[in-house]
Nanobody, 121 residues
Framework: QVQLVESGGGLVQPGGSLRLSCAAS????????MGWFRQAPGKVREFVAT????????YYAAAVQGRFTISRDNSKNTVYLQMNSLKPEDTAVYYC??????????????WGQGTQVTVSS
């Protein structure tokens, strides 16, 4: 059974930082691309970042480029999202996802339950 468990969300002030983690089990982690998505209230889920199995390729949404960094540790079956210079519009539930193929669409095979990130003063 595949499980993706996100952690690290919370309340942060504008300009602050958070680091999200997603621990994977039940799949060949090093053979899967990993992605982060987010969904704000009343909005559709949107792509944030993705990384291929070897960490050689990453893609970011324009809204987070230069502020967020995706990384992974295949020895720990974990993917990370370092979020800096956070803005109120980054407030959303953040989901990690896994798929054998690197993509920026939401057509990922496996999904976590999400972790809430709130950016507010």
């Amino acid at each position: 059974q595949v499980q993706l468990v996100e952690s690290g969300g919370g309340l942060v002030q504008p300009g602050g930082s958070l680091r999200l983690s997603c621990a994977a089990s039940g799949l060949a982690f090093s053979r899967h691309a990993m992605g982060w998505f987010r969904q704000a209230p009343g909005k559709v889920r949107e792509f944030v970042a993705t990384i291929n199995w070897s960490t050689s390729t990453t893609y970011y949404a324009a809204a987070v480029q230069g502020r967020f960094t995706i990384s992974r540790d295949n020895s720990k079956n974990t993917v990370y999202l370092q979020m800096n210079s956070l803005k109120p519009e980054d407030t959303a539930v953040y989901y990690c996802a896994a798929d054998p193929t690197l993509k920026t669409s939401s057509l990922y095979r496996y999904w976590g339950q999400g972790t809430q990130v709130t950016v507010s003063s």
